[in-house]
């Protein structure tokens, strides 16, 4: 499929934008948990946020957008 990741600068706020995203029914995944444990990176440079988008419709998308903008500003 078709993804857009975004940086972000800690785990913790990863968390939390995952959090608030899912409570307006957007489903993201965390860039975190696609790295093995074992990694020499650290941890706060595994944050991000990971966004299918291949099989949503295009005005879906576009209502996801405005949902996250709305969730993400409060």
Do not use: C
Request: hydrophobic fraction near 45%.
């Amino acid at each position: 499929g078709l993804h857009v990741m975004v940086k972000v600068d800690s785990v913790a706020r990863e968390q939390a934008l995952i959090a608030k995203a899912r409570g307006v029914g957007v489903e993201m995944s965390p860039l975190s948990g696609y790295w093995l444990p074992d990694s020499d990176e650290p941890v706060e440079n595994r944050a991000g946020l990971v966004l299918g988008f291949a099989a949503v419709p295009e005005p879906a998308i576009a209502d996801a957008l405005n949902r996250l903008r709305t969730v993400w500003s409060e």
